[in-house]
């Protein structure tokens, strides 16, 4: 450390340049914009701003980019002290006093010796399990996961090469079919492929919200429906015959619909809402074979794992290892872009429980219809 002498030659070293005369820029007189204190570090959860390796991190910038408020290191042992107070200062406080056999002296084994305390030392391993256990769902905040990602994924130590597909494994499988064209496209980087992400999401979730407002609206009409109707049905005779024909037979619920892509079309008449289908969607292989070629739709097989699925009495087992993408039309609507698992059945199309779940469709029986 500078003894009194030492700075005393040096004031009278720099007063002497300046009475000879020299250039203003041999004396340091400028300064860097002044950056705010840095909160004090207590080691108290409830009374610290910030965590430990943030406040490290602008406690070093700040002796970096204002040094010339600190000129010696005695001022930067002395700034860095006084921005710990409370249990961390009560845990310093031997190691500053003179007479401790260990004593810090320098600024340097002063930051050195609180980031021996108060770091993680098992950081890595930390990050990596919070890393594994991180997933996104659809009703979760889209921005809050990929923060948690980037951040979890740098402190793991995840080669940033990876980090594309590290992304896609934690979406939901709806969600990675949508991106599967931008996921096996080299040309799309890991920013790229979740900006994609991030604009689907935003459109389902406006989607969604405009759907369930509609839907609101349409339960308010039918439950006033409902009450005329009872109103009606009191005032019938509770002794009229029951027609049990009324209960039986009748059609089953099916929709017709449209295929298509880039702008062709394909006409479909047996098109299955099917809430007992726990797949995605469903295109039978005649179908799936005429839309290939009468609409050049494009099919995809190398990226996916084979699934097995079987029919509804249990039989019939089949594996799925190709998919086509198609613009499904329906009721008005069109739906772009999704991706129909190919198998053997006797229905062109069928939606399956997980298709309307995505899209928060209701299977209207008695009008024959779908709630958007």
Request: net charge positive; no cysteine.
């Given at each position: ?108 084994e002063l930051l050195e010796h609180l ?121 019938k005779s509770s002794r009229t015959p ?131």
């Amino acid at each position: 450390m500078k003894t009194i002498e030492d700075k005393e030659r040096e004031i009278q070293r720099l007063t002497a340049l300046v009475r000879q005369g020299s250039p203003a820029s041999t004396v340091t007189t400028s300064r860097a914009g002044k950056l705010k204190d840095v909160p004090a570090w207590h080691d108290e959860e409830k009374k610290d701003e910030i965590k430990f390796p943030s406040w490290f991190r602008r406690i070093s910038n700040k002796l970096k980019v204002n040094a010339d408020l600190y000129p010696d290191d005695d001022a930067k042992f002395a700034y860095i002290e006084s921005r710990i107070e409370g249990k961390a200062m009560a845990a310093l406080e031997p190691y500053v006093d003179g007479s401790h056999p260990a004593q810090l002296t320098t600024s340097a084994e002063l930051l050195e010796h609180l980031k021996d305390m108060y770091e993680d030392p098992d950081k890595r391993r930390t990050a990596r399990a919070d890393f594994k256990k991180l997933v996104y769902e659809m009703s979760d905040d889209f921005g809050e996961f990929k923060s948690d990602f980037v951040r979890l994924a740098g402190a793991s130590g995840r080669v940033h090469d990876e980090w594309k597909e590290e992304f896609r494994d934690r979406l939901p499988v709806t969600l990675q079919l949508q991106l599967v064209t931008s996921f096996v496209d080299n040309s799309v980087d890991f920013k790229e492929y979740v900006k994609r992400a991030t604009e689907f999401v935003v459109t389902v979730k406006q989607a969604y919200a405009t759907r369930q407002e509609k839907k609101k609206e349409a339960e308010k009409k039918d439950k006033d429906k409902d009450k005329d109707g009872k109103r009606r049905d009191k005032k019938k005779s509770s002794r009229t015959p029951i027609d049990l024909r009324r209960f039986l037979g009748g059609k089953g619920l099916v929709l017709s619909s449209t295929i298509g892509n880039n702008g062709k079309t394909l006409s479909v008449k047996a098109n299955l809402p099917d809430t007992g289908a726990t797949g995605y969607l469903f295109i039978n292989r005649n179908l799936a074979r005429k839309a290939k070629e009468l609409l050049n739709a494009q099919t995809r097989a190398d990226t996916l794992q084979k699934g097995r699925i079987e029919g509804y009495k249990g039989g019939d087992q089949q594996i799925i290892d190709t998919m086509i993408r198609l613009d499904l039309y329906v009721q008005g609507r069109v739906i772009r872009d999704e991706w129909f698992m190919i198998v053997d059945m006797k229905k062109d199309i069928i939606l399956g429980k997980q298709w309307l779940a995505h899209h928060d469709i209701l299977v209207d029986s008695r009008r024959n219809r779908l709630l958007f």
